[in-house]
């Protein structure tokens, strides 16, 4: 029975989809204002074991994983220009496509890009301001009215003080109330020929709103599953909660599960720092692709994983070990079937099961994995190993294979 780490309830829960058997997943993806880092795949590589699994346990799953490709960022690397703001994230969106396939990422069913699906935010934002969840500004910006939603903070367990008459600026766009979030940005000079002539007027849509009508548009409210780093707890997916039930009157999501940061050598991972890496740059030092996605596996996902370059060279000979002992079986010599090699099999699928249903304990199932491939490695040198045990032994490689994705 497969039980979650539901953010929302701060509690262990057991996994109960909407419908039998399917799995509706939505997964924040990559802002493609800049390329994708170390620490952003940590999550999707997390969250693509977590979707290996569920189709492990016999569900089909239908992700939709977003491409932000339209916000503030994004502008100013365009530099207020529409084809600049293109241009570049197309870029960044091929390098983390390139980074997704090279890490054995299962590709999602959709990648909507937020550029393309302006027309549902729009129609999410009239529902909000129908139902008086949002007002306008004097300049034609859109915000959500925090004070008409009583649960709002409840994800993030924050509280705020609204005063009618506080007025604050933060940002490059002004609010009426300290906590109102922008849902559209009216068009400024500075914007240049970023904007889309809507119903609501010249402008863009603020992030929050995006997710929001993706996922509504894609997975339909409710869904069983949102992920994402924690970093998006507060504020983007609290404000996503509020936007889908302020306009549908519905929860966007059952369970929300997020992922821990990556720091490199015990320090936050930062350019200043000189300890900012891509996938590519590990690539570069000579660590196979590989090695890179069971590294980012390493650590539980709600605990911030450390990374080290003494751990990696760790990894990198378990990988090695491996993929040594999978080739050996086919060059192996056979003597008699022996009982314990097919116990073998059978105790370590159980086990591997047994931890993963465990809110997704992936080092501990990584690590009977690899004692699995220690222990094979040591009946076929007893020469207790026939070829009924090679064929358990490599559906049983294949089966936890299919899930950690190494």
Not at 80 to 89: D, F, L, P, Y
Not at 130 to 146: C, P, Q
Not at 182 to 189: E, H, M, P, S, T
Not at 229 to 250: L, P, S, Y
Request: proline fraction near 3%.
């Amino acid at each position: 029975m497969l039980k979650v780490f539901n953010t929302l309830t701060r509690r262990k829960e057991v996994f109960r989809p909407i419908k039998d058997r399917l799995v509706k997943l939505y997964t924040c993806g990559p802002s493609v204002y800049s390329q994708p880092h170390l620490g952003n795949f940590r999550t999707y590589v997390f969250e693509d074991v977590v979707k290996r699994f569920l189709v492990f346990k016999g569900y089909r799953v239908r992700h939709i994983m977003n491409i932000t490709d339209i916000e503030d960022k994004a502008v100013r690397a365009g530099r207020g220009s529409m084809k600049g703001m293109v241009r570049i994230t197309r870029m960044n969106e091929g390098v983390f496509m390139k980074n997704a396939r090279d890490l054995n990422m299962l590709p999602a069913d959709e990648y909507p890009r937020a550029t393309e699906n302006i027309a549902y935010m729009v129609r999410m934002v009239k529902m909000l301001l129908k139902r008086e969840m949002a007002y306008k500004d004097e300049k034609g910006n859109v915000f959500f009215d925090v004070s008409r939603f009583p649960n709002y903070g409840k994800l993030s367990r924050s509280r705020f003080r609204h005063s009618l008459d506080r007025r604050v600026y933060k940002d490059d766009y002004y609010q009426r109330e300290a906590g109102d979030f922008i849902l559209w940005k009216a068009w400024r000079k500075s914007d240049g020929d970023v904007f889309w002539d809507t119903e609501l007027g010249r402008g863009r849509p603020g992030w929050h709103i995006e997710c929001s009508a993706m996922s509504w548009r894609y997975l339909g409210t409710p869904f069983d599953m949102h992920m994402g780093g924690i970093d998006n707890i507060f504020a983007h997916h609290e404000n996503e909660i509020a936007q889908t039930r302020g306009a549908t009157g519905k929860m966007p999501a059952h369970y929300w599960l997020h992922v821990r940061h990556l720091i490199i050598e015990g320090k936050k991972m930062s350019k200043s720092l000189g300890n900012f890496y891509t996938v590519d740059d590990i690539r570069r030092m000579g660590y196979g692709y590989d090695v890179i996605r069971a590294h980012l596996l390493k650590e539980h996902y709600r605990r911030r994983l450390n990374l080290t370059f003494r751990s990696l060279k760790r990894t990198a000979a378990e990988i090695r070990r491996y993929k040594s002992c999978a080739k050996s079986l086919g060059k192996s010599r056979f003597w008699e079937d022996a009982p314990e090699a097919d116990k073998l099999c059978r105790e370590t699928l159980s086990e591997f099961n047994r931890y993963l249903e465990d809110d997704f304990r992936v080092p501990e199932a990584i690590e009977i994995f690899c004692t699995f491939v220690c222990s094979v490695q040591d009946l076929i040198r007893k020469r207790r190993f026939g070829r009924r045990n090679a064929r358990n032994v490599l559906e049983t490689l294949m089966r936890m294979d299919s899930v950690l994705g190494l």
